[in-house]
C-alpha cells in the first residue's frame, strides 16, 4: 500500500499545493500542482496548474460549480472573462479577468490519468470598499446644538475599517457593520455638542481596507453661529495731549458683527473732524482735555449684540515720565504704591507723638493734686482733713510746683 503525501508552501497570498508521488518516475501517479490566489475585484487573477512528468496526459480547469473552463488548450465555457494563458503537457494556465465577488470559490485542476487525479485551488476576491460619505451635518449649526456625523462605506469584503480624525487628531466614533450579500456596509458615527470652538475645524473619516493603497478620505468643514463678543484695543498706553490716538474694535462672532458703532458718554461723537471712524476703528487726530469720556463700540448678528468700553484720560502734554512704551509704563508712571507708603509712615509718627504727649501730660497733673491733699488723705474724718490742709497752708510755698 502506498501513501499519498501533500505539501503546502505559503508565499505572500498565494498557498501551494503539492502532493506526493505514488512512486511512478513517468508521472501516472503523480497530483498537479495549484496555487490559491487572492484578486481584487475588478481585476484578474491567474490560475496556474503544472505537473513535473506527463506522458501526454491532458490538464483540466474547473469553476466552483463544477463547469469545465479549459479543457487543455480547448475552452470550454464561454465567459469572455476567461481566457488561455499557456497550455502544455507540463502547464495549464488561465485568466480570469474583471473579477467578481461571485467568482470566488474552489477551483479544481485535474490530471486525466487512470484514475483522475485533482487538486484544488481556493480564488479569494477582495470586495473594493467605495469612497466614504458624511452626513447628518447641516450648514450651519448653532452654538450648542447637538448634530451627529454618519460616515458610510460598502461593498467592502472583509469589512473596511473606518477613523474619524478632528483636523490632525484622531476621535472615536460608534461603529456598525452589516453584511450585504458577500460584501459589508460599515458605519462610524460621532455625536458632540458644538461650539464656536468647532467654527471651521475639519472632520475627516479614513476607510482603510487590505485592497486599498493608500486610505479613502472624506474631509466635512464645520460651520458654527455664534454671538458676538467684542474689545476695545488702544495704540497708546498714556494718552497726552496733542497726540494721534486710535481706538479699535476687535470682534468675535459668524456672521461677523456689522455695523460697528462708537459713541462717547452715552450720545453721539461731539468732534467729526478729529474724530473719524473708519469701520472698526475711530481715531482722534489731536488729543485734547475734552475728549477725556467714555467710549463704546457696539456691533451684532442675527444671534445677539455685544457692546465694549474704553475710558480715555488725556494728559498734560508735559505730564512727566509720560511715555509710550509699555515696557517704560511701570518706570515711569506714577508710584501709588509709594505714595501711600509715605503717607501711612506720616500718620504713625503722628500718632506716636500724640500719645506719648497726652501721657507725660497726664502724668504731671497727677503729681501736682497728690502734693495739694498730702496730709488730709490719712485723716480720719473730714473735720480732722480740713485742719490738717489749714495747718499745711503755711507751707505752700514749699509745695508750689511750677511748669515751664
Known amino acids: 500500500m502506498v501513501s499519498i503525501r501533500t505539501v503546502k508552501v505559503k508565499e505572500g497570498l498565494q498557498t501551494f499545493s503539492h502532493p506526493g508521488f505514488l512512486g511512478?518516475?513517468?508521472?501516472?501517479?503523480?497530483?498537479?500542482?495549484?496555487?490559491?490566489?487572492?484578486?481584487?475585484?475588478?481585476?484578474?487573477?491567474?490560475?496556474?496548474?503544472?505537473?513535473?512528468?506527463?506522458?501526454?496526459?491532458?490538464?483540466?480547469?474547473?469553476?466552483?460549480?463544477?463547469?469545465?473552463l479549459f479543457f487543455g488548450d480547448?475552452?470550454?465555457?464561454?465567459?469572455?472573462?476567461?481566457?488561455?494563458?499557456?497550455?502544455?503537457?507540463?502547464?495549464?494556465?488561465?485568466?480570469?479577468?474583471?473579477?467578481?465577488?461571485?467568482?470566488?470559490?474552489?477551483?479544481?485542476?485535474?490530471?486525466?490519468?487512470?484514475?483522475?487525479?485533482?487538486?484544488?485551488?481556493?480564488?479569494?476576491?477582495l470586495g473594493v470598499p467605495v469612497r466614504p460619505e458624511i452626513t447628518g451635518f447641516t450648514k450651519p449649526a448653532m452654538e450648542g446644538d447637538v448634530i451627529t456625523l454618519t460616515c458610510t462605506t460598502s461593498g467592502?469584503?472583509?469589512?473596511?475599517?473606518?477613523?474619524?480624525?478632528?483636523?490632525?487628531?484622531?476621535?472615536q466614533g460608534t461603529k456598525e457593520v452589516n453584511a450585504t450579500g458577500k460584501s459589508f456596509t460599515v458605519r462610524s458615527s460621532l455625536q458632540f455638542q458644538v461650539d464656536r470652538r468647532d467654527d471651521g475645524v475639519a472632520y475627516t473619516c479614513s476607510v482603510e481596507h487590505v485592497s486599498l493603497s493608500n486610505p479613502y478620505m472624506t474631509t466635512e468643514v464645520l460651520?458654527?453661529?455664534?454671538?458676538?463678543?467684542?474689545?476695545?484695543?488702544?495704540?497708546?498706553?498714556?494718552?497726552?495731549?496733542?497726540?494721534?490716538?486710535?481706538?479699535?474694535?476687535?470682534?468675535?462672532?459668524?456672521p461677523i458683527p456689522e455695523p460697528v458703532l462708537w459713541s462717547k458718554d452715552g450720545g453721539e461723537l461731539p468732534d467729526i473732524e478729529r474724530m473719524i471712524v473708519e469701520g472698526r476703528e475711530l481715531t482722534i487726530t489731536t488729543l485734547n482735555k475734552t475728549d477725556n469720556g467714555t467710549y463704546r463700540c457696539e456691533a451684532s448678528n442675527h444671534l445677539g449684540t455685544s457692546s465694549a468700553e474704553y475710558i480715555l484720560f488725556v494728559y498734560a502734554k508735559d505730564l512727566p515720565g509720560a511715555t509710550t512704551d509699555p515696557n517704560a509704563l511701570g518706570q515711569h508712571g506714577p508710584d501709588h504704591a509709594l505714595i501711600g507708603g509715605v503717607v501711612a509712615v506720616v500718620v504713625f509718627?503722628?500718632?506716636?507723638?500724640?500719645?506719648?504727649?497726652?501721657?507725660?501730660?497726664?502724668?504731671?497733673?497727677g503729681t501736682y493734686l497728690t502734693h495739694e491733699a498730702k496730709g488730709a488723705e490719712d485723716a480720719p474724718d473730714a473735720d480732722t482733713a480740713i485742719i490738717n490742709a489749714e495747718g499745711n497752708h503755711v507751707h505752700a510755698e514749699e509745695k508750689k510746683e511750677y511748669f515751664i
Not at 32 to 52: F, L
Not at 74 to 84: H, P, Q
Request: glycine share 6%.
Open 223 to 254: 460651520e458654527v453661529h455664534y454671538a458676538p463678543h467684542l474689545k476695545i484695543t488702544h495704540s497708546l498706553i498714556i494718552p497726552q495731549e496733542g497726540q494721534y490716538f486710535k481706538l479699535e474694535c476687535v470682534s468675535n462672532g459668524n
Open 24 to 68: 511512478s518516475p513517468c508521472g501516472q501517479g503523480q497530483f498537479p500542482i495549484t496555487q490559491n490566489v487572492t484578486a481584487v475585484e475588478g481585476g484578474s487573477a491567474n490560475m496556474t496548474c503544472r505537473v513535473d512528468y506527463n506522458d501526454n496526459t491532458s490538464l483540466q480547469w474547473s469553476n466552483p460549480a463544477q463547469q469545465t
Open 349 to 365: 509718627i503722628t500718632l506716636c507723638l500724640i500719645i506719648v504727649l497726652g501721657r507725660y501730660l497726664a502724668r504731671h497733673k
Open 156 to 171: 467592502s469584503k472583509p469589512a473596511a475599517v473606518l477613523r474619524w480624525f478632528r483636523n490632525d487628531k484622531e476621535v
Open 74 to 125: 480547448k475552452k470550454a465555457l464561454r465567459d469572455n472573462r476567461i481566457e488561455l494563458i499557456r497550455a502544455s503537457w507540463q502547464e495549464l494556465t488561465i485568466r480570469i479577468g474583471d473579477v467578481s465577488l461571485s467568482d470566488e470559490g474552489q477551483y479544481t485542476c485535474s490530471l486525466f490519468t487512470m484514475p483522475v487525479k485533482t487538486t484544488k485551488a481556493f480564488l479569494t476576491v
